[in-house]
C-alpha cells in the first residue's frame, strides 16, 4: 500500500500499489487493448448500464500511469451537478488514486459499496466530489494467465442496494468479457 499526498481538502487516501501494472501494459498491448477505445467494449458497458439501470459503467484497463476506460458509457448530462451550479461527466483517463477500480485490481476479487459514504477509506475519493458518485459495484477481468486485465464496473450519484443479484451479475459479466476477449485472442483477430 502506498500513501498519496494529501488532497487540497487535506484528506489523506490510501491507494493500493499495483505491482504488475508493467507486465499488464504489456499484456494488453499483446492483446492490442488500453490504448484506444473500443467500439465493442462501449457497447458492453452500454450493456452494464441498461443491466443495472446505473448512469456510469465503465470497462477499465488500468496502465502504468492511470485508468483508461476502453469501454464507457456515460449519460448525455451529467447527473450530479456541484454546489457552484456545474456537473462533470467521466472521460477516458483517470489518475490512479481517483475511484474504485484499483482496489478490485489489487483485491482481485469484485467489490461492493452501496453507499461509499459508509466507508472512510472510500468516502474521501475525488470522484465522491468530482462525479458526486456514491456507489459502486465492480469485478476484475482475470485471464487465462492469472493476470488481472483490468475491471468491469458500474456507478451511481445515489445509494444502491446492489446486493447479492448485483454482486452475481456483475462477476458473470466480467467472466463473459473475459471469454470473449481470450477467443478474439485464439482465433487471431484484431481487437
Not at 462525479?131 to 494467465?145: Q, V
Not at 462477476?171 to 485464439?186: C, T
Request: charged share 25%; hydrophobic share 40%; aromatic share 6%.
Amino acid at each position: 500500500m502506498s500513501y498519496d499526498p494529501p488532497r487540497p481538502a487535506g484528506r489523506l487516501l490510501l491507494t493500493p500499489e499495483d505491482g504488475q501494472a508493467p507486465e499488464r501494459a504489456r499484456r494488453l498491448r499483446r492483446l492490442g487493448l488500453g490504448e484506444h477505445p473500443e467500439p465493442a467494449l462501449d457497447a458492453f458497458a452500454y450493456g452494464l448500464a441498461e443491466l443495472t439501470g446505473a448512469p456510469y459503467a465503465m470497462v477499465n484497463l488500468p496502465g502504468e500511469e492511470g485508468q483508461f476506460f476502453a469501454g464507457l458509457h456515460t449519460p448525455p448530462v451529467a447527473p450530479a451537478v456541484r454546489g457552484d451550479g456545474t456537473g462533470a461527466l467521466l472521460g477516458r483517463v483517470l489518475p490512479r488514486d481517483h475511484g474504485f477500480c484499483p482496489h478490485v485490481v489489487a483485491r482481485r476479487k469484485a467489490l461492493v459499496l452501496e453507499d461509499v459514504s459508509d466507508y472512510p477509506r472510500f468516502a474521501g475519493n475525488p470522484v465522491v466530489d468530482e462525479f458526486g458518485i456514491r456507489s459502486y459495484l465492480g469485478a476484475p477481468l482475470i485471464d487465462r494467465t492469472g493476470m488481472v486485465l483490468g475491471t468491469v464496473s458500474v456507478t451511481d450519484i445515489r445509494p444502491r442496494a446492489w446486493g447479492q443479484p448485483g454482486l452475481a451479475a456483475i462477476k458473470a459479466r466480467a467472466a463473459d468479457l473475459v471469454e470473449r476477449l481470450e477467443r478474439r485472442e485464439d482465433a487471431g483477430l484484431p481487437p
